[in-house]
Structures are given as structure tokens and as C-alpha cells.
């Protein structure tokens, strides 16, 4: 069975479950499932371990926190935060990413060339053009959350590179320090 299928199912597994959100008093028949997604016995055990594992872990070591993604030195990580500290505990993942000094003053520099000089055109990084453009193609490889792909060869600021760049743009005229930049669920830490 190919990757994508069984996380496919997975994803199956607990759009079945949370029906228990509106019939919590139901059965739940493990025979259906299991016919519904084409499991063996022996693979409906093991999906079913998985899920009281998932349980025991969520209601008792997690209480009180909430898993989030974390974004640091061009790698993703997983971290638990006090759920007092994020905001909208509905979000499905709450991102906090790093970026350093040089790469938040690119960040800056891609929106300004974006908004004022090419004027709403996207980048193309295929060509191995100006030390400019390389440095955006790299920077597209660490944080791909800052870019949109259009499918016409070219890469274009994502909304949050934007609101990003602009709030960088407007430490910088008033020449504040930055040291973090909230945005939507997003928190942009500049070290």
C-alpha cells in the first residue's frame, strides 16, 4: 500500500471518530470501519492500538499544553507550549518560526522589490540570474511559508511574507529593534 493511502486512511480513522463529538452514548462498529478502509483484523488491532496510545497521551501528558510547530535554522520541530500562551487553541497548528537578522532584512527587501519595483510580478528562480534572485531561491528553500507558487514558474510573496516585510519596513523607518512580528497565528522571532 502506497504512503499517501494509509495516511489517507488516517485521516479516515479520525473523520470516524469524531463523530463521537455528536453521539457520544453510540457504538461504533470496528467491522464497518474496517470493511469502509479494506483493513485485515490483524491491521484494525494495530490501527486501534495507535488510537488508545493517542489517548492516553493526549489526555494525560498533554494536559494543559498544546502541540505547535516550530520553525528554526531551516528545520521543522515540534514543542509543547502552555495552552495559556496561544491565543487561538482552535488552530489547527499554531506556527512559530525563526528567522536571523540577514534573512529577515531579505524578507524585507524581497517585499519592497515585490510591491514597489516589479510591481505584483513574481520571482523567477530557474535562472540563474543576480546574486538577488539567488538569495531569494535559497530563501524559498528554508521558509517555503513565505512563498506562493502559481504554477506559472514563478514565486510570489505569500500573504504573511507581505504583512511581514511591510511591519519589518516599518521598525526599520523608525528605527526600532525587532526582535518579533505577530501575525495572524503566525509568530516570526528574529534572533
Do not use: C
Given at each position: 500500500?502506497?504512503?499517501?493511502?494509509?495516511?489517507n486512511?488516517?485521516?479516515?480513522?479520525?473523520?470516524?471518530?469524531?463523530?463521537?463529538k455528536?453521539?457520544?452514548?453510540?457504538l461504533?462498529?470496528?467491522?464497518?470501519?474496517?470493511?469502509?478502509?479494506?483493513?485485515?483484523?490483524?491491521?484494525?488491532?494495530e490501527?486501534l492500538?495507535?488510537?488508545?496510545?493517542?489517548?492516553?497521551?493526549?489526555?494525560?501528558?498533554?494536559?494543559?499544553?498544546i502541540?505547535?510547530?516550530?520553525?528554526k535554522?531551516?528545520?521543522?520541530?515540534l514543542?509543547?507550549?502552555?495552552?495559556t500562551?496561544?491565543?487561538n487553541?482552535?488552530?489547527?497548528?499554531?506556527?512559530e518560526?525563526?528567522?536571523?537578522?540577514?534573512e529577515?532584512?531579505?524578507?524585507?527587501?524581497?517585499?519592497?522589490?515585490?510591491?514597489?519595483?516589479?510591481?505584483?510580478?513574481?520571482?523567477n528562480?530557474?535562472?540563474?540570474?543576480?546574486?538577488?534572485?539567488?538569495?531569494?531561491?535559497?530563501?524559498?528553500?528554508?521558509?517555503?511559508?513565505?512563498?506562493?507558487?502559481?504554477?506559472?514558474?514563478?514565486?510570489?510573496?505569500?500573504?504573511?511574507?507581505?504583512?511581514?516585510?511591510?511591519?519589518?519596513?516599518?521598525?526599520?523607518r523608525?528605527k526600532?529593534?525587532?526582535s518579533?512580528?505577530?501575525i495572524?497565528?503566525?509568530?516570526?522571532?528574529?534572533?
Amino acid at each position: 500500500m502506497a504512503q499517501n493511502d494509509k495516511i489517507n486512511q488516517l485521516h479516515k480513522i479520525i473523520s470516524a471518530l469524531e463523530q463521537f463529538k455528536k453521539r457520544k452514548n453510540s457504538l461504533f462498529s470496528l467491522d464497518k470501519l474496517a470493511n469502509y478502509l479494506n483493513l485485515s483484523i490483524r491491521d484494525m488491532e494495530e490501527v486501534l492500538e495507535l488510537v488508545f496510545r493517542f489517548q492516553a497521551l493526549f489526555s494525560s501528558m498533554y494536559e494543559g499544553y498544546i502541540l505547535v510547530k516550530k520553525w528554526k535554522k531551516e528545520k521543522i520541530y515540534l514543542m509543547l507550549k502552555p495552552r495559556t500562551e496561544v491565543k487561538n487553541i482552535g488552530v489547527v497548528e499554531p506556527k512559530e518560526i525563526e528567522i536571523n537578522t540577514d534573512e529577515a532584512e531579505l524578507l524585507n527587501d524581497m517585499v519592497y522589490y515585490f510591491q514597489h519595483v516589479k510591481i505584483g510580478k513574481g520571482f523567477n528562480i530557474k535562472l540563474n540570474g543576480a546574486e538577488f534572485s539567488q538569495k531569494v531561491k535559497q530563501f524559498n528553500r528554508s521558509h517555503p511559508y513565505f512563498f506562493e507558487h502559481r504554477g506559472n514558474g514563478l514565486i510570489y510573496p505569500s500573504k504573511l511574507a507581505v504583512e511581514a516585510g511591510k511591519l519589518i519596513q516599518s521598525y526599520k523607518r523608525s528605527k526600532k529593534t525587532i526582535s518579533k512580528l505577530e501575525i495572524e497565528d503566525f509568530l516570526i522571532q528574529i534572533v
